[in-house]
């Protein structure tokens, strides 16, 4: 019997197959893109997306601003004015540092947070009411943390990595500004203290918001005494105790306003 001669096949669906999990498209089956064996793919991933966005917008570098979540704008008190001078330096620093610019130019020393409230906020804030963009770099928590209503709604970004909001935050960073805060706070501020301790990272100045309170909270000094830092260490930091000795701190650091930057 020839193959002419074979029997018909029977009348047989085929939608078992098209519905089959190995039928989908790689890149549209959520199963398997959040799956344990795509977690460096998910990894590039948040790089790729913020990276693209960023460049979109000409941001060329940032000023990061860390400080608590929890001091809003009517705190009364250290926590009120704390708020207050984290809005008044966004706006100094966008306004005098490049963030603005025409004609979809290079931008510099755009503030960037964490995308939550309290001093997030009020930096975030501060940079929008100079005309400038500001840009958030928000984390997924199981409590879930929305961003703040002050931040370019294009550069509102939202991460699960940690370590990649972690290298957003620093790969662009000019400088960094540390006002008070609590554990997430002390958590990035050392993170960026370690990678400039060890030339990991560029010669950025780091500005330490409200003096009494860092000095209350870690003793840099006792650190020394022990031998665990060198005291040449302390010099990887300075002071300031409101928002425009924020910015001549950071001049005095190195920082260089948008002009004084020589284009690639």
Known sequence: MTDHDAPAAPDRPNTEQMDAPAYRLAALDQDFMLGDSMRGVRFQLEY???EEHLRAWGVRSTIVVFGSARFGENGGGRHGHWYDQARLFGRIASERGGALCQNGGIRDNVIATGGGPGIMEAANRGAIEAGAPSIGFNITLPHEQEPN???TPDLTFRFHYFAMRKMHLAM????????????????????LLTLRQTGKAPPI??????????????????????????PKDLELFRYAD?????????LEGGLRPHEDIAQP
């Open 149 to 151: 209503r002050w931040t």
């Open 242 to 250: 409101d928002a425009e000795g924020v910015w001549a701190a950071l």
């Open 48 to 50: 790729a997306k913020a």
């Open 205 to 230: 100045p780091i500005v330490l918001f409200d003096e009494a309170y860092w000095r209350a909270v870690i003793g840099f000094e006792t650190l020394i005494e022990h031998g665990t830092i060198s």
């Open 172 to 191: 662009r960073a000019n400088a960094l500004v540390v006002f008070p805060g609590g554990f997430g706070t002390l958590d990035e501020l050392f993170e």
